[in-house]
C-alpha cells in the first residue's frame, strides 16, 4: 500500500482508532499528523487509508499593491528570510518566491510598490560566483528599469560575500540592501518582518551604495545599515549578528517608526551612475592560515589566479610556509595577505616573516576583512591582466571596502 | 444539584513540572529566580503565522488584535539563548523522556513508538519564539481511582512557558523546564470525581520522586461541558482544593448562559449592527474614564434589557463575558444601560444615550470608550460575543480567577496551531528502551508500607510518605535509625520548629541524617532534636550543635545529678512513693536538657528510687 503525503489515514494504534494526515516517512515508520495536531511515528501497518484529501496549500492571496507609491525591486535568492519547512525532509528549507515575501511580510505594501525577480533559490551555502553574476545582472536591469532601490533578500550564511560581490560588480545610484532573517520565516518570533521593513526603508532612502540591514541588537528595536564591503557575520544564530568592521555603520532604521539616519560617510543616491562589471576569475582562493599548517596547502593553489591568506596576527603564516608562497607568487599567482583578527590593519613590515613573506610577493590587503578581499581579488582578476596594475588596485579603495586611515573606537 | 441529570461530562489535563537536572531543550538548571537577580532583558514582537497546512489558529488570530505585541523578556546567569530564542534547541533531555515513559507505563499507556517534537502556536509572550515545544508521548491509559475508572488519553512532554512578571513582561527563568501533562478523557461525572482524579494522578506524579513541589509547580486545567451546553476549557487551577468548586461555579454558569438564550429566543432580540459615535454625549461627564477617552462608540442589544447585568456565576455578569471579549482589543472593559447610570454616569447621560442609540426600554446599550482604533476593534468584539449569546454556552478558554469563577481568555485552539519543530530530531522508542523503564512504588503503597512493615501510625505514615523527604527517610532506616524516630523528627518536629518560626529548610537531608544518627548511636538524645536542628539552622555545623547541646554524659554523671534531685525532695517521695518516679522523671529531664536519653534516666531514676524506699 502507499500512501501519499496528504492522505488521509486511520491508525490503529493502542488500541484505539487515531485518524490523521500522512505527513512523511522517518527512519522506516510512517509520521501522521494526528487531528489533535500533534505527529506521531508508526508502523505502516497500522494505517488504513480513507478518503483521499490534498492538504491545503498556503494562502496564495493575490497581494494588491498601490501603484502610486515608489517603486522598489524585490530579488529573491532565497535564505531563512524566505524558507519554510519541507514536509519531504523535515527540514528547513528555502521554496519561497518574492511575492511570498510580500505576503510574510504584509507591511512592505504600504511603504512601496515591489517587482518580484527569483534570479536563485537556494541556500546562501550553495552560492557560487556564477549566481553572483546572474544576481548583479538582474539588479542592473532593475536600476536601468528605473527601481528607487533593490533588496536582495539572502540567507544569512554568505551574505556578505554576496553583498562584497556585488558591490563590485554594480556600481549604483540607487540602494541595494540585503537582507536576511537569523530566525526562520514560520516562528511568530522571526527577525523578517523587522529586517525585511528596515530594508524597504533603507532601498528608499538618500544611500546610492551596496549594504546589508539587519537586526541591531537582540531587541526588535532598529536594524544597522551596514556597507557591503565592511561587514562580517558574527554569530551563529542571534538576530543581531551581523556587524560592521573597521568602519562605523552606515546608519540606521528605527522600529517600529522606520525612521532611517545616515551617517556622514555615505555614498549619496545619485553620485554613481549605473554600471555592471559582471567579470570574475573564478580560480582564485582563500585559505586560513594556521600553525603547524603544511606548505603543500599552499601549493596546492598552484595554477590558481589569486590566493587570499587569512595570516596570524598583523598578516603572517610560519616561516616554512614563505617558500610555498614564493612558489605561487613566482609562477603568476596573485598573493593577498589578510588578518585572522578582522579588526585592524595587515602590516608585514614589522617582524621578520612578514619582510620575507613582502619578499616572497605577497600584496597587503590593508584593513580588508579576508573575505571582502577574496571577492575583490576575483573581481580584480576579471578585470585586470598587469601584475603591477592588480597590485595597485588591490590596495585601492573602490567600494568603501578599505581606507587610508584605520578609525578611532573600532 | 444532579449532575447525571444535566449531564455533566469533565476531563482534566494535569500539567507537573519535572525535576530534572536540566531543562527540555537546553543545558540550563530547572531554577527559579529572584527577579531582582537578572541580567538583562530584551523586547520582541511576536505574530501570527500559518501552520504547516495553510491555516491560521484561531486562538493566535484572535491574540493579533491586541494593537501592541511587544514583550519584554527577564534573562539571568541561569539562562541562555536558547529561552532567548536566539539559537536553537539542544537535542531532547533524555532523563525528561525518561521520567515521562516511567509516568506513561505507571498508567498503563502506550508508547509512541517515534516521538516527534511539535511547535505549538502562542503569541501571548510567554514563549519568545511564539510557540511551545510539545511532544506526545504515549496515548490510552487507565487509572482506578473512581468508579469504573478514568481513561488516560495521553502523556504529552512539553516545555514551560516564561512566567510572566506583570503586563507584558516575562521571566525567563521558568521556560524550558520540562513539563508532563497529562490528558484523561472526559469519564468524570461529578465535581467530586474531577478532584478525586486530579488528587490521584497527583499522588503517582509525586511517587517518581522526581517532580516539582510547591504553588506553580503543577497546574490543571479542567474541560467541563453538559447537556445543552459546549466543551469549555479552564486553564491554569493551581490549587486542588478549588478544582470542585471550579466545576460546580461552570456548571452554573453554563446552566445561567442557556437560560439566557432560552430568554432571549423567547423575547425576539436581536443585536444591532449599528455603531454610534457617542463622544460629543460625554464631553462633561463626571465619569473620568469617559471624559478624558479619545473616542467612545455604543451598540444597542435589541431586548436583551436586563439579561446583560444578570449575574451567571459568583461576582460574574454576562457583561464580564462580554467585556472579556472586548478587552482583547486593549481596552479597560465597557460600561452597559443595565448597570447605569453609576461609575459617575448620570441618570440624564443614560437617558441621551438611549436615545442616540435609538434604545427602548427592553434594550441594552454597551459603550466602550478608548482611541476610536481600539474602541472600534472592541465594538467589533461586543458584537461577537453578543450574538454568541443566541447559541448559549460558546466553546472557549477560560482562566480561572480567585474563589474558583472564571473569565474568557480565547477561542479553544485547533489543530492548525501545531507544526513540526524541525530543530529536533524524532526519538524512536523501542521496546528494549520501554522495557528498562522502572516503575516506583506509589506513595498510597509506601504508605501502606510503612504502617505494617514499620509500625508507624497511619497518620503518620502516611504523611512520611507524602513528604517530600520521604526518600531520606528511608535513607535514614536503612542505616539502621528506627522509624518511629526518623518519621517523627523528619515530619512532626521539623514541622514544629518550623511554625517557631524556623528556616527548615535550610536543612540539609545530609544535616538531618546526621542529628538521627547521632541519636541512634547515644550521642545525643532524642529530646535534644530540636534544639540541635535549631542550632543547625542558625549556623552551626551537627557536631559542634550536638557536642554544644547534648554533650555526652556519663552512667556516673546521671546517676550523680538522679541523686541531687532525689535528695532534695525526700519528704515528696517518701510521700508518693514510686509514684514520684513521672514527676522526678519531668525534673531529671528539665536538667539534663536533652543531653541523656529518657529511658537511660528512667532506669535508673526507678533504682535510685527503689534503692531510697
Given at each position: 500500500?502507499?500512501?501519499?503525503?496528504?492522505?488521509?489515514?486511520?491508525?490503529?494504534?493502542?488500541?484505539?482508532?487515531?485518524?490523521g494526515v500522512?505527513?512523511?516517512?522517518?527512519?522506516?515508520?510512517?509520521v501522521?499528523?494526528?487531528?489533535n495536531?500533534y505527529?506521531?511515528?508508526v508502523?505502516y501497518?497500522?494505517?488504513?487509508k480513507?478518503?483521499?484529501?490534498?492538504?491545503?496549500a498556503?494562502?496564495?492571496?493575490?497581494?494588491e499593491?498601490?501603484?502610486s507609491?515608489?517603486?522598489?525591486?524585490?530579488?529573491?535568492?532565497?535564505?531563512?528570510?524566505?524558507?519554510?519547512?519541507d514536509y519531504?525532509t523535515?527540514a528547513?528549507t528555502?521554496?519561497?518566491?518574492?511575492?511570498?515575501?510580500?505576503?510574510?511580510?504584509?507591511?512592505?505594501?504600504?511603504?512601496a510598490?515591489?517587482?518580484a525577480h527569483?534570479p536563485?533559490t537556494?541556500?546562501?551555502?550553495?552560492?557560487t560566483?556564477?549566481?553572483?553574476k546572474?544576481?548583479?545582472?538582474?539588479?542592473?536591469?532593475?536600476?536601468?528599469?528605473?527601481?528607487?532601490?533593490?533588496?536582495?533578500?539572502?540567507?544569512?550564511?554568505?551574505m556578505?560575500?554576496?553583498?562584497?560581490a556585488?558591490?563590485f560588480?554594480?556600481?549604483?545610484?540607487?540602494?541595494?540592501?540585503?537582507?536576511g532573517?537569523?530566525?526562520?520565516?514560520d516562528?511568530?518570533?522571526?527577525d523578517n518582518?523587522?529586517?525585511?521593513?528596515?530594508s524597504?526603508?533603507?532601498a528608499l532612502?538618500?544611500?546610492?551604495?551596496?549594504?546589508?540591514?539587519?537586526?541591531a541588537?537582540t531587541?526588535?528595536?532598529?536594524?544597522?545599515?551596514?556597507?557591503?564591503t565592511?561587514?562580517?557575520?558574527?554569530?551563529?544564530s542571534?538576530?543581531?549578528?551581523?556587524?560592521?568592521?573597521?568602519?562605523?555603520p552606515?546608519?540606521?532604521v528605527?522600529?517600529?517608526s522606520?525612521?532611517?539616519?545616515?551617517?556622514?560617510?555615505?555614498?549619496?543616491?545619485?553620485?554613481?551612475?549605473?554600471?555592471?562589471?559582471?567579470?570574475?576569475e573564478?580560480?582564485?582562493?582563500?585559505?586560513?592560515f594556521y600553525?603547524g599548517m603544511?606548505?603543500?596547502?599552499?601549493?596546492a593553489?598552484?595554477g590558481?589566479?589569486?590566493?587570499v591568506?587569512?595570516g596570524?596576527?598583523?598578516?603572517?603564516?610560519?616561516?616554512?610556509?614563505?617558500?610555498?608562497?614564493?612558489?605561487?607568487?613566482?609562477?603568476?599567482?596573485?598573493?593577498?595577505?589578510?588578518?585572522?583578527c578582522?579588526?585592524?590593519?595587515v602590516?608585514?613590515?614589522?617582524y621578520?616573516?612578514?619582510?620575507?613573506?613582502?619578499?616572497?610577493?605577497i600584496?597587503?590587503?590593508?584593513?580588508?576583512?579576508p573575505?571582502v578581499?577574496?571577492?575583490k581579488?576575483?573581481?580584480?582578476?576579471?578585470q585586470e591582466?598587469?601584475?603591477s596594475?592588480?597590485?595597485?588596485?588591490?590596495?585601492?579603495d573602490?567600494?568603501?571596502e578599505?581606507?587610508?586611515?584605520?578609525p578611532?573606537?573600532? | 444539584?444532579?449532575?447525571?441529570e444535566?449531564?455533566?461530562k469533565?476531563?482534566?489535563?494535569?500539567?507537573?513540572?519535572?525535576?530534572?537536572k536540566?531543562?527540555?531543550?537546553?543545558?540550563?538548571?530547572?531554577k527559579?529566580?529572584?527577579?531582582?537577580?537578572?541580567?538583562?532583558?530584551?523586547?520582541?514582537?511576536?505574530?501570527?503565522?500559518?501552520?504547516?497546512?495553510?491555516?491560521?489558529?484561531?486562538?493566535?488570530?484572535?491574540?493579533?488584535?491586541?494593537?501592541?505585541?511587544?514583550?519584554t523578556?527577564?534573562?539571568?546567569?541561569?539562562?541562555c539563548?536558547?529561552?532567548?530564542?536566539?539559537e536553537?534547541?539542544?537535542?531532547?533531555n533524555?532523563?525528561?523522556?525518561?521520567?515521562?515513559?516511567?509516568?506513561?507505563?505507571?498508567m498503563?499507556?502506550?508508547?509512541?513508538e517515534?516521538?516527534h517534537?511539535m511547535?505549538?502556536?502562542v503569541?501571548?509572550?510567554?514563549?519568545?519564539?511564539g510557540?511551545?515545544?510539545?511532544?506526545?508521548?504515549?496515548?490510552?491509559?487507565?487509572?482506578?481511582c473512581i468508579?469504573?475508572?478514568?481513561n488516560?488519553?495521553?502523556?504529552?512532554?512539553?516545555?514551560?512557558?516564561?512566567?510572566?512578571?506583570?503586563?507584558?513582561?516575562?521571566?525567563l527563568?521558568?521556560?524550558?523546564?520540562?513539563?508532563a501533562?497529562?490528558?484523561?478523557?472526559?469519564?468524570?461525572?461529578?465535581?467530586?470525581?474531577?478532584?478525586?482524579?486530579?488528587s490521584?494522578?497527583?499522588?503517582?506524579?509525586r511517587?517518581?520522586?522526581?517532580v516539582k513541589?510547591?504553588?506553580?509547580?503543577?497546574?490543571q486545567?479542567?474541560?467541563?461541558s453538559?447537556?445543552?451546553?459546549?466543551?469549555?476549557e479552564?486553564?491554569?487551577v493551581q490549587?486542588?482544593?478549588?478544582i470542585?468548586?471550579?466545576?460546580?461555579?461552570?456548571?452554573?454558569?453554563?446552566?445561567?448562559?442557556?437560560?439566557?438564550?432560552?430568554?432571549?429566543?423567547?423575547?425576539?432580540?436581536?443585536?444591532?449592527?449599528e455603531?454610534?459615535?457617542?463622544?460629543?454625549?460625554?464631553?462633561?461627564?463626571?465619569s473620568?474614564?469617559?471624559?478624558?477617552?479619545?473616542?467612545?462608540?455604543?451598540?444597542?442589544?435589541?431586548?436583551?434589557?436586563?439579561?446583560?447585568?444578570?449575574?451567571?456565576q459568583?461576582?460574574?455578569?454576562?457583561?464580564?463575558?462580554i467585556?472579556?471579549?472586548?478587552k482583547?482589543?486593549?481596552?479597560?472593559?465597557?460600561?452597559?444601560?443595565?448597570?447605569?447610570?453609576?461609575?459617575?454616569?448620570?441618570?440624564?447621560?443614560?437617558?441621551?444615550?438611549?436615545?442616540?442609540?435609538?434604545?427602548?426600554?427592553?434594550?441594552?446599550?454597551i459603550l466602550?470608550?478608548?482611541?476610536?482604533?481600539?474602541?472600534?476593534?472592541?465594538i467589533?468584539?461586543?458584537?461577537?460575543r453578543?450574538k454568541?449569546a443566541?447559541?448559549?454556552?460558546?466553546e472557549?478558554?477560560?482562566?480561572?480567577?480567585?474563589e474558583g469563577?472564571?473569565?474568557?481568555?480565547?477561542?479553544?485552539?485547533?489543530?492548525?496551531?501545531m507544526?513540526p519543530?524541525t530543530?529536533v530530531?524524532?526519538?524512536?522508542?523501542?521496546d528494549e528502551?520501554?522495557?528498562?523503564?522502572?516503575?516506583?512504588?506509589?506513595?498510597?503503597?509506601?504508605?501502606?508500607r510503612?504502617?505494617?512493615?514499620?509500625?508507624l501510625?497511619?497518620a503518620?505514615?502516611?504523611?512520611?510518605a507524602?513528604?517530600?523527604?520521604?526518600?531520606?527517610?528511608?535513607?535514614?532506616?536503612?542505616?539502621?535509625?528506627?522509624?518511629?524516630?526518623?518519621?517523627?523528627?523528619?515530619?512532626?518536629?521539623?514541622?514544629e520548629?518550623?511554625?517557631?518560626?524556623?528556616?527548615?529548610k535550610?536543612?540539609?537531608?545530609?544535616?538531618?541524617?546526621?542529628?538521627l544518627?547521632?541519636?541512634?548511636?547515644?550521642k545525643?538524645?532524642?529530646?535534644?532534636?530540636?534544639?540541635?536542628?535549631?542550632?543547625?539552622i542558625?549556623?552551626k555545623?551537627?557536631?559542634?550543635?550536638?557536642?554544644?547541646?547534648?554533650?555526652?554524659?556519663?552512667?556516673e554523671e546521671?546517676?550523680?545529678?538522679i541523686?541531687?534531685?532525689i535528695?532534695?525532695?525526700?519528704?515528696?517521695?517518701?510521700?508518693?512513693g514510686?509514684?514520684?518516679?513521672?514527676?522526678?522523671?519531668?525534673v531529671?529531664?528539665?536538667?539534663?536538657?536533652?543531653?541523656?536519653?529518657?529511658?537511660?534516666?528512667?532506669?535508673?531514676?526507678?533504682?535510685?528510687?527503689?534503692?531510697m524506699?
Amino acid at each position: 500500500m502507499t500512501i501519499e503525503p496528504g492522505e488521509r489515514v486511520l491508525c490503529t494504534y493502542a488500541g484505539t482508532q487515531l485518524k490523521g494526515v500522512f505527513i512523511t516517512e522517518r527512519n522506516k515508520k510512517a509520521v501522521i499528523k494526528l487531528d489533535n495536531g500533534y505527529n506521531i511515528g508508526v508502523d505502516y501497518e497500522t494505517l488504513k487509508k480513507t478518503e483521499k484529501t490534498a492538504t491545503h496549500a498556503p494562502s496564495q492571496k493575490k497581494i494588491e499593491q498601490n501603484t502610486s507609491l515608489p517603486k522598489l525591486s524585490i530579488i529573491s535568492t532565497g535564505g531563512t528570510i524566505a524558507s519554510k519547512i519541507d514536509y519531504r525532509t523535515g527540514a528547513v528549507t528555502s521554496q519561497f518566491e518574492a511575492d511570498d515575501i510580500l505576503r510574510a511580510i504584509p507591511g512592505l505594501k504600504d511603504i512601496a510598490c515591489f517587482s518580484a525577480h527569483v534570479p536563485a533559490t537556494i541556500l546562501s551555502e550553495n552560492m557560487t560566483p556564477s549566481i553572483w553574476k546572474t544576481l548583479s545582472k538582474t539588479i542592473y536591469d532593475e536600476i536601468k528599469a528605473g527601481t528607487k532601490g533593490v533588496i536582495v533578500t539572502h540567507g544569512t550564511d554568505t551574505m556578505a560575500y554576496s553583498a562584497a560581490a556585488v558591490s563590485f560588480m554594480v556600481k549604483t545610484p540607487v540602494p541595494i540592501c540585503f537582507v536576511g532573517s537569523q530566525r526562520s520565516a514560520d516562528r511568530p518570533s522571526s527577525d523578517n518582518v523587522m529586517n525585511g521593513m528596515c530594508s524597504a526603508k533603507a532601498a528608499l532612502s538618500d544611500l546610492g551604495e551596496v549594504t546589508v540591514v539587519m537586526h541591531a541588537t537582540t531587541n526588535d528595536d532598529y536594524c544597522t545599515i551596514h556597507r557591503g564591503t565592511r561587514v562580517r557575520k558574527m554569530h551563529t544564530s542571534r538576530r543581531d549578528a551581523f556587524r560592521s568592521m573597521n568602519e562605523k555603520p552606515l546608519g540606521k532604521v528605527e522600529y517600529p517608526s522606520l525612521d532611517v539616519t545616515l551617517e556622514e560617510h555615505v555614498v549619496r543616491r545619485g553620485h554613481n551612475s549605473p554600471k555592471l562589471f559582471d567579470r570574475l576569475e573564478e580560480k582564485t582562493g582563500l585559505l586560513y592560515f594556521y600553525p603547524g599548517m603544511s606548505p603543500d596547502i599552499i601549493r596546492a593553489f598552484s595554477g590558481y589566479k589569486g590566493l587570499v591568506l587569512s595570516g596570524t596576527g598583523l598578516g603572517h603564516t610560519s616561516s616554512v610556509c614563505i617558500d610555498a608562497v614564493r612558489e605561487l607568487a613566482e609562477t603568476g599567482t596573485e598573493v593577498v595577505m589578510t588578518s585572522q583578527c578582522l579588526n585592524g590593519r595587515v602590516c608585514d613590515r614589522v617582524y621578520d616573516t612578514g619582510r620575507d613573506l613582502l619578499d616572497a610577493g605577497i600584496t597587503e590587503g590593508e584593513d580588508m576583512l579576508p573575505e571582502v578581499a577574496f571577492v575583490k581579488l576575483m573581481w580584480v582578476l576579471g578585470q585586470e591582466r598587469n601584475p603591477s596594475r592588480i597590485k595597485e588596485l588591490i590596495k585601492t579603495d573602490l567600494r568603501g571596502e578599505t581606507g587610508r586611515c584605520t578609525p578611532n573606537g573600532l | 444539584m444532579d449532575y447525571n441529570e444535566i449531564g455533566l461530562k469533565a476531563g482534566i489535563e494535569i500539567h507537573q513540572q519535572l525535576d530534572t537536572k536540566e531543562k527540555l531543550f537546553c543545558h540550563c538548571p530547572t531554577k527559579l529566580r529572584d527577579v531582582e537577580k537578572r541580567n538583562g532583558e530584551f523586547k520582541r514582537y511576536l505574530r501570527a503565522t500559518e501552520s504547516e497546512m495553510g491555516g491560521v489558529d484561531r486562538a493566535a488570530e484572535e491574540e493579533m488584535k491586541k494593537q501592541d505585541r511587544i514583550y519584554t523578556y527577564y534573562e539571568y546567569d541561569t539562562t541562555c539563548l536558547v529561552e532567548n530564542d536566539e539559537e536553537p534547541p539542544a537535542p531532547m533531555n533524555r532523563e525528561a523522556l525518561g521520567l515521562t515513559l516511567t509516568l506513561a507505563k505507571m498508567m498503563n499507556m502506550t508508547p509512541v513508538e517515534q516521538v516527534h517534537v511539535m511547535r505549538k502556536l502562542v503569541i501571548d509572550g510567554s514563549n519568545t519564539s511564539g510557540f511551545q515545544r510539545t511532544s506526545l508521548v504515549a496515548l490510552n491509559g487507565t487509572i482506578h481511582c473512581i468508579p469504573g475508572g478514568a481513561n488516560i488519553e495521553s502523556i504529552c512532554l512539553e516545555e514551560e512557558a516564561a512566567q510572566r512578571v506583570k503586563g507584558d513582561i516575562f521571566s525567563l527563568d521558568r521556560l524550558g523546564i520540562p513539563l508532563a501533562e497529562i490528558t484523561t478523557a472526559p469519564d468524570m461525572k461529578t465535581p467530586e470525581q474531577v478532584k478525586e482524579v486530579a488528587s490521584y494522578i497527583g499522588m503517582i506524579l509525586r511517587s517518581t520522586g522526581k517532580v516539582k513541589r510547591g504553588l506553580g509547580t503543577i497546574r490543571q486545567d479542567v474541560n467541563i461541558s453538559i447537556k445543552g451546553g459546549a466543551r469549555v476549557e479552564i486553564k491554569g487551577v493551581q490549587d486542588l482544593n478549588l478544582i470542585d468548586e471550579v466545576v460546580r461555579r461552570e456548571v452554573l454558569r453554563q446552566l445561567n448562559l442557556i437560560s439566557i438564550r432560552d430568554e432571549l429566543r423567547e423575547r425576539g432580540a436581536s443585536v444591532s449592527e449599528e455603531v454610534f459615535e457617542v463622544t460629543e454625549l460625554f464631553r462633561d461627564t463626571k465619569s473620568s474614564i469617559l471624559k478624558k477617552a479619545k473616542c467612545i462608540l455604543a451598540v444597542r442589544l435589541n431586548g436583551f434589557a436586563g439579561l446583560v447585568g444578570k449575574e451567571i456565576q459568583p461576582g460574574r455578569r454576562l457583561g464580564s463575558e462580554i467585556s472579556d471579549y472586548a478587552k482583547k482589543c486593549g481596552v479597560g472593559g465597557l460600561f452597559h444601560t443595565d448597570e447605569l447610570p453609576a461609575y459617575g454616569v448620570t441618570a440624564e447621560e443614560v437617558k441621551a444615550l438611549k436615545e442616540s442609540a435609538k434604545a427602548g426600554d427592553d434594550d441594552c446599550v454597551i459603550l466602550v470608550a478608548d482611541t476610536k482604533k481600539k474602541a472600534k476593534c472592541a465594538i467589533g468584539q461586543i458584537l461577537k460575543r453578543s450574538k454568541l449569546a443566541f447559541e448559549g454556552v460558546p466553546e472557549e478558554t477560560r482562566k480561572m480567577l480567585e474563589e474558583g469563577s472564571t473569565a474568557y481568555m480565547r477561542p479553544l485552539p485547533g489543530a492548525d496551531r501545531m507544526y513540526p519543530e524541525t530543530d529536533v530530531f524524532a526519538t524512536d522508542i523501542d521496546d528494549e528502551y520501554w522495557q528498562s523503564v522502572q516503575i516506583p512504588e506509589l506513595l498510597t503503597e509506601k504508605e501502606k508500607r510503612f504502617t505494617e512493615e514499620f509500625g508507624l501510625d497511619k497518620a503518620l505514615a502516611k504523611n512520611i510518605a507524602f513528604s517530600v523527604r520521604c526518600p531520606l527517610f528511608e535513607e535514614a532506616v536503612a542505616k539502621g535509625v528506627r522509624p518511629n524516630l526518623a518519621a517523627r523528627t523528619i515530619y512532626s518536629t521539623l514541622r514544629e520548629i518550623r511554625r517557631e518560626g524556623f528556616d527548615t529548610k535550610s536543612v540539609s537531608d545530609e544535616d538531618l541524617l546526621s542529628v538521627l544518627t547521632a541519636v541512634e548511636c547515644g550521642k545525643a538524645a532524642k529530646e535534644a532534636v530540636p534544639d540541635i536542628l535549631k542550632a543547625v539552622i542558625n549556623g552551626k555545623s551537627v557536631g559542634d550543635a550536638v557536642n554544644e547541646i547534648a554533650p555526652a554524659v556519663s552512667e556516673e554523671e546521671l546517676t550523680g545529678v538522679i541523686k541531687k534531685v532525689i535528695s532534695e525532695r525526700t519528704e515528696f517521695i517518701e510521700e508518693q512513693g514510686m509514684r514520684a518516679l513521672g514527676p522526678l522523671m519531668g525534673v531529671v529531664m528539665k536538667e539534663m536538657r536533652g543531653r541523656a536519653d529518657g529511658k537511660v534516666i528512667s532506669e535508673i531514676l526507678k533504682k535510685e528510687l527503689l534503692k531510697m524506699l
